[in-house]
T-cell receptor, first 110, second 114 residues
Framework: GENVEQHPSTLSVQEGDSAVIKCTYS??????FPWYKQELGKGPQLIID?????GEKKDQRIAVTLNKTAKHFSLHITETQPEDSAVYFC?????????FGAGTRLTVKP | DAGITQSPRHKVTETGTPVTLRCHQT?????MYWYRQDPGHGLRLIHY???????DKGEVSDGYSVSRSKTEDFLLTLESATSSQTSVYFC?????????????FGSGTRLTVV
């Protein structure tokens, strides 16, 4: 089955700096790559996603890139703010069979 | 988490006792999932449902069973709870749409087995 690895496990940045989280996947048939943000005591929330026929997608300060050849995808957050502090999960799926990475705890220091 | 609620939010139970967690949705979505979240493991799929009375196993299904008798409710049962089942359990839903595979998660149930 699909295996998703996520790095780093923890990331600390200064407010205003950029943050990058990287994931790799094993199954070349995976075609949907969502990113979720989980705040303390809450369920994960979808923040951005990308399909295998697209190389990059942006939504305000958040962007995701996908390299199908290398089987890796990344989340980029620019101009980080304290409210970006949370745990971020990547996932890879074939239709609805979704596998998640282990998560990255992002801390944005004011 | 609009449209999806989990109950209870917290539960402490003893080893060997049965436990049932409930997921209720008001979105009329076809797909429902149960995940467990543990440090270092992310989210792992326990069971999922693709319709009333239609369920299947995920990657960590041993020791768990599910039932879905109505579209809106998906129950997760631990027949005989063990300490290894101490975890945070999340339910998720997904519409039957080919243009949107993203999940909506509930707020979770923190289960402690002592």
């Amino acid at each position: 089955g699909e295996n998703v690895e996520q790095h780093p496990s923890t990331l600390s940045v200064q407010e205003g700096d950029s943050a990058v989280i990287k994931c790799t996947y094993s199954d070349s048939a995976s075609n949907y790559f969502p990113w979720y943000k989980q705040e303390l005591g809450k369920g994960p929330q979808l923040i951005i996603d990308i399909r295998s026929n697209v190389g990059e997608k942006k939504d305000q300060r958040i962007a995701v890139t996908l390299n199908k050849t290398a089987k890796h995808f990344s989340l980029h957050i620019t101009e980080t703010q304290p409210e970006d502090s949370a745990v971020y999960f990547c996932a890879a799926s074939i239709r609805r069979d979704m596998r998640f990475g282990a998560g990255t705890r992002l801390t944005v220091k004011p | 988490d609009a449209g999806i609620t989990q109950s209870p939010r917290h539960k402490v139970t003893e080893t060997g006792t049965p436990v049932t967690l409930r997921c209720h949705q008001t979105e009329n979505h076809r797909y429902m999932y149960w995940y467990r979240q543990d440090p270092g493991h992310g989210l792992r799929l326990i069971h999922y449902s693709y319709g009333v009375k239609d369920t299947d196993k995920g990657e960590v299904s041993d020791g768990y069973s599910v039932s879905r008798s109505k579209t809106e409710d998906f129950l997760l049962t631990l027949e005989s709870a063990t300490s290894s089942q101490t975890s945070v359990y999340f339910c998720a839903i997904n519409a039957d749409r080919s243009d949107n595979y993203g999940y909506t998660f509930g707020s979770g149930t923190r289960l402690t087995v002592v």
